[in-house]
């Protein structure tokens, strides 16, 4: 199984901070990387497909970059609304899986 | 639109088993996997599985084989998955998610979670 490690496990930033998530695959997964939003008692939300693509309807302070094993997740100004936590997860092959994910927490 | 709607919280105690539910609307049942993945309160994500509507062939977590049955409904849209033999350690959120067979893989979206909880 391919394993995901996403750093920090959880951060605290302010309302308008940039903000870097980075997650490292086991392997090389070239760009099957996927980034999802979960608030508390919601389900995930897909933000970016394919390490950079945006998902239809997610503002565009959301960026993902990275190839290979390293990849990030950008947020180029915080809103309220973003404290949430968040998980890459690898689509290369079977079992899909997830990084431990990482809270981002009011500062 | 676009949407999965699970069925409703369930208890359940120690080894018994669950049937859960996820009914798909507004697109294509056999044109999109299905995947289960849960949640442990407080924890991460956890893939169960996926099944392909199409064919009904399914794929488990080697965690979960022997435990975990998913199955489809063609008629209806709906997928389902059981899990038997509960232990405490299963009480969970479980969700279904879709994701397409002929595009880039992700899933989206997601149903809105299931509750099962595993006490005596």
């Known amino acids: 199984d391919i394993q995901m490690t996403q750093s920090p496990s959880s951060l605290s930033a302010s309302v308008g901070d940039r903000v870097t998530i980075t997650c490292r695959a086991s392997?090389?997964?070239?760009?099957?990387l996927n980034w999802y939003q979960q608030k508390p008692g919601k389900a995930p939300k897909l933000l970016i497909y394919?390490?950079?693509s945006l998902q239809s309807g997610v503002p565009s302070r959301f960026s993902g970059s990275g190839s290979g094993t390293d990849f990030t997740l950008t947020i180029s100004s915080l809103q309220p609304e973003d404290f949430a936590s968040y998980y890459c997860?690898?689509?290369?092959?079977?079992?899909?899986?997830f990084g431990q994910g990482t809270k981002v927490e009011i500062k | 639109q676009v949407q999965l709607v699970q069925s409703g919280a369930d208890v359940k105690k120690p080894g018994a088993s669950v049937k859960l539910s996820c009914k798909a609307f507004?697109?294509?049942?056999?044109?999109?996997?299905m995947h289960w993945v849960r949640q442990a309160p407080g924890q991460g994500l956890e893939w169960m599985g996926i099944?392909?509507?199409?064919?009904?062939?399914?794929t488990y977590a080697q965690k979960f084989q022997g435990r975990v049955t998913m199955t489809r409904d063609t008629s209806t849209s709906t997928v389902y998955m059981q899990l038997s033999s509960l232990r405490s350690e299963d009480t969970a959120v479980y969700y279904c998610?879709?994701?397409?067979?002929?595009?880039?893989?992700?899933?989206?979206?997601w149903g809105q979670g299931t509750l099962v909880t595993v006490s005596a």
């Open positions: 392997q090389s997964i070239s760009d099957y």
């Open positions: 099944i392909n509507p199409s064919g009904g062939s399914t």
């Open positions: 997860q690898q689509s290369y092959s079977s079992p899909r899986t």
């Open positions: 998610a879709r994701e397409p067979i002929n595009y880039v893989p992700s899933f989206d979206p």
């Open positions: 507004g697109y294509t049942f056999t044109s999109y996997f």
């Open positions: 394919a390490a950079s």
